[in-house]
């Protein structure tokens, strides 16, 4: 994982702890982008969940 991967996830969990929902789905796009589908499918389900319309639409590979 490269440094700014691993730091892009501490701050997006950080800001999640603190309420902040809008970062769901980019915490779940990069774990999906690192095989972590199962974290990640939880995380679009919050973001679902949580009213971001993104997270509804099916992600296309790069």
Do not use: K
């Not at 440094?3 to 779940?28: K, M, P």
């Not at 939880?42 to 319309?53: D, E, K, W």
Request: no cysteine; net charge negative.
């Amino acid at each position: 994982m490269e440094t700014s991967e691993a730091e892009a996830e501490r701050l997006y969990r950080r800001a999640i702890a603190a309420g902040d929902v809008s970062v769901l789905n980019d915490l779940a796009i990069l774990l999906e982008e690192r095989g972590e589908a199962g974290e990640a499918e939880q995380l679009y389900r919050r973001a679902i969940a949580a009213g971001h319309v993104d997270a509804e639409q099916p992600r296309r590979p790069a």
